[in-house]
């Protein structure tokens, strides 16, 4: 298929993550469960930079073109010279680091953690943690728009902050209108609202605007869902990934698929033919040609499915005019 390739070199175990620079659309990150943060550059399909963990990664992010950070399970928070290849330790989390978002107006990383904190860093500064902040329960996901963070939370429970005024505490308390565990979330380009994603099939659209009209824009539905011989299928919705420049969305599921939503309309535009494996993390790039998909086993049929798991893979499809918004007449 022209519109898609694979890159070589890929992680030798589970992808945790997948995501494209900030300024470089070709430039694109890879976290693994192979312990290793491995950088692309996605049009010339070659591997620029690995850089090694003592455990399992399951973040990183691009600072700017040169620089990222990492955490993982080995609860260190590193930033990552993308061209030296040289590793600076800016501290610790208590417990494993889930999840991470650079503030490029703020210039700080935020790293939220299974230690039930959020933690600020300047990179730059003598003393690299800024700030630490209580969070009632363990973060599993987070994504950041302007300055609106939102941040996933086990017990279904979100935060939402304004990253200029965190020491107030977060300026939203909510529970996901979801039934079960958050597994994916993403804010809306436009800074209106996020999605999120559980572990049962479904995806949720909400809005930060807390007044009763905003409120009542607020809808979820049923997704990665397959009926096999009259039997009900359900999968996790792993990863979702807002269009930059359309506002559309993807997700991506356990099912090995990944479709695209225009979530105005409340219409699936695309769903794309299926991957060998679950779909663990996608992204698009900052102009928005590009969807990279991170394809590997993801442990929903535990120590059995592992004995047939095929390797993992790093897609990037070529995206055309499936992602973008069509008049409600175009349907």
């Not at 017990?155 to 990253?163: C, H, Q």
């Not at 897609?315 to 008049?327: A, C, L, M, T, W």
Request: with cysteine.
């Amino acid at each position: 298929m022209s519109d898609q390739f694979e890159l070589s070199s890929p992680p030798f175990d589970g992808i945790t993550l997948v995501r494209f620079s900030p300024s470089n659309p070709s430039h694109l990150l890879v976290s693994s469960w192979d312990t290793t943060v491995r950088l692309y550059d996605v049009d010339a399909n070659e591997q620029k930079a690995k850089f090694d963990h003592r455990a399992a990664v399951l973040t990183c992010c691009f600072a700017d073109s040169s620089r990222a950070f990492s955490g993982g399970l080995d609860t260190s928070v590193r930033e990552l010279d993308l061209n030296t290849e040289k590793v600076n330790h800016l501290g610790q989390h208590a417990d494993s680091i889930s999840t991470s978002n650079y503030s490029r107006d703020l210039n700080v990383l935020i790293t939220g953690s299974w230690d039930r904190t959020l933690k600020i860093w300047d990179s730059r500064a003598p003393t690299p943690q800024q700030s630490s902040h209580d969070l009632p329960e363990r973060a599993y996901h987070m994504d950041l728009v302007n300055n609106t963070l939102v941040v996933a939370m086990a017990s279904r429970l979100f935060n939402i902050y304004d990253i200029r005024k965190m020491e107030g505490g977060p300026a939203q308390q909510r529970e996901s209108s979801l039934k079960f565990m958050t597994r994916s979330v993403a804010c809306m380009p436009d800074g209106q609202g996020y999605a999120c994603g559980s572990v049962e099939g479904r995806i949720a659209v909400e809005f930060f605007d807390t007044s009763a009209e905003a409120q009542e824009r607020k809808y979820a539905f049923k997704c990665h869902r397959q009926t096999i011989d009259d039997v009900d299928h359900v999968w996790p919705v792993n990863s979702l990934a807002f269009h930059p420049v359309y506002n559309t969305f993807a997700s991506a599921g356990s099912d090995g698929t990944v479709s695209i939503w225009d979530h105005k309309l409340k219409k699936r535009l695309r769903q794309y033919p299926k991957y060998h494996s679950a779909v663990s993390s996608i992204a698009f790039n900052t102009d928005g040609t590009k969807l990279a998909a991170g394809v590997c086993y993801t442990w929903d049929e535990g120590e059995e499915g592992a004995k047939t798991a095929e390797r993992p893979s790093v897609f990037i499809r070529k995206v055309g005019d499936e992602v973008k918004v069509r008049s409600k007449r175009d349907g």
